[in-house]
């Protein structure tokens, strides 16, 4: 089984926390969306693939878990598991950890489903796509 995937790295800036002081749950999402990006690349779906082969990937469903909150400063990444990969979708997840404590900060699992960008349907991952993610497949954590 192969190690999650580094898939984001940044900072936790004093305009992404709310009133209470914590990095409010539009920041939480915004980063995992940026990790999307970086998973999809890894597999082969970068910016080039989509729009050269007009192609797109949909998220369809989504679970956070908020377990601890992250403040002003926090220097955070998210780790990536590919946890399945069908014909026309792909399931993974994302931990967000902060790196001064080491502890997972959410965690949150996607389905995404690849789409014909013209069709507006879904549609059948390229063999090269399937045989990249056949090689990244892992357990969820705790597992």
């Not at 970068?46 to 878990?65: F, K, N, P, T, W």
């Not at 994302?94 to 349907?121: I, N, P, W």
């Amino acid at each position: 089984m192969t190690e999650a995937l580094l898939t984001y790295r940044g900072t936790v800036y004093p305009w992404h926390c709310d009133h209470v002081g914590h990095m409010n749950v539009m920041w939480y999402v915004g980063k995992f969306d940026e990790a999307s990006w970086q998973l999809f690349n890894v597999l082969g779906l970068s910016a080039a693939y989509l729009r050269d082969a007009q192609r797109g990937m949909a998220a369809v469903e989504q679970h956070i878990s908020y377990l601890q909150e992250l403040q002003a400063g926090a220097v955070v990444c998210v780790r990536t598991r590919l946890l399945e990969i069908k014909e026309r979708s792909i399931r993974f997840e994302h931990e967000m950890l902060d790196e001064t404590s080491g502890a997972v900060a959410a965690r949150t699992t996607l389905k995404a489903v690849h789409l014909d960008a013209v069709a507006r349907r879904s549609v059948a991952f390229a063999d090269a796509i399937v045989a990249r993610a056949r090689g990244l497949l892992q357990a969820p954590a705790g597992a």
